[in-house]
């Protein structure tokens, strides 16, 4: 991509609302500037891909008020029109930049620092993206097994402080998991038995219960019988 159609793209980008891939589908259809942009109409701007007429209203206004404010300036488009004329953006025919004055050679110096600032701030974004075990770097063996994994302890005044996380190695990862499994099915084992006997006992108190009750009344209904 050559230097004017860069320089087109980034004016566009100017209007509020405006990404990357909405300009490059608007630069296809021929509307590569704000000038164009803002005298573009709704019919012909909603049959962009992507961009419904309320949209299209929205960013041909946006355009329209980013000239107002703009207006006496001289924009990127203009100033290069008067320094290298009617160029095509089809052409491919390179700019010789010995021809741009010194006006023009700001204006791409100012475009090749924001590049730079944009390309700064999305390898900072990256960076922040790093995943937990990236940031906490090669785990590290804890130095006594008596210090819990997580833990809030206080300090002499009272004050809670915040949970602190020790690393722990794969071996140990493995050995706790397992340790947990089998104080797990432990735990429900012991619960299971405990149950079983708890409803046994239950359910023999109950019979007994209910056997003697018959035989008493068993008896009772014999005596009455005999007399």
């Not at 490059?24 to 109409?41: F, P, Q, T, W, Y």
Request: hydrophobic share 30%; glycine share 4%; no cysteine.
């Amino acid at each position: 991509m050559y230097l004017y159609e860069f320089i087109m793209t980034l004016d566009i980008q100017l209007v509020n609302g405006i990404g990357k891939k909405t300009a490059e589908r608007m630069k296809e259809e021929g509307i590569d500037s704000v000038e164009r942009l803002a005298s573009s109409n709704v019919e012909d701007l909603s049959k962009i891909n992507g961009i419904g007429d309320y949209t299209a209203r929205r960013y041909i206004s946006n355009a329209r008020v980013y000239l107002e404010n703009n207006k006496g300036k001289e924009t990127v488009e203009n100033i290069i029109k008067e320094e290298i004329g009617s160029f095509s953006t089809n052409s491919k025919e390179k700019v010789d930049v010995s021809r741009l004055s010194e006006k023009s050679l700001d204006i791409v110096q100012e475009y090749h620092d924001n590049i730079k600032v944009v390309e700064k701030k999305k390898k900072t974004i990256k960076k922040e993206n790093l995943s937990l075990e990236e940031f906490l770097g090669e785990p590290e063996a804890s130095t006594s097994e008596e210090v819990p994994k997580l833990t809030i302890e206080k300090n002499m005044l009272g004050v809670p402080i915040k949970p602190f996380i020790i690393p722990l190695k794969k071996e140990e990862i493995a050995t706790t998991g397992v340790e947990d499994v089998k104080s797990t099915k432990k735990a429900t084992k012991k619960a299971t038995k405990k149950a079983t006997k708890k409803a046994t006992k239950k359910a023999t108190k109950k019979a007994t219960k209910k056997a003697t009750k018959k035989a008493t009344k068993k008896k009772d209904l014999a005596e009455k019988r005999r007399i």
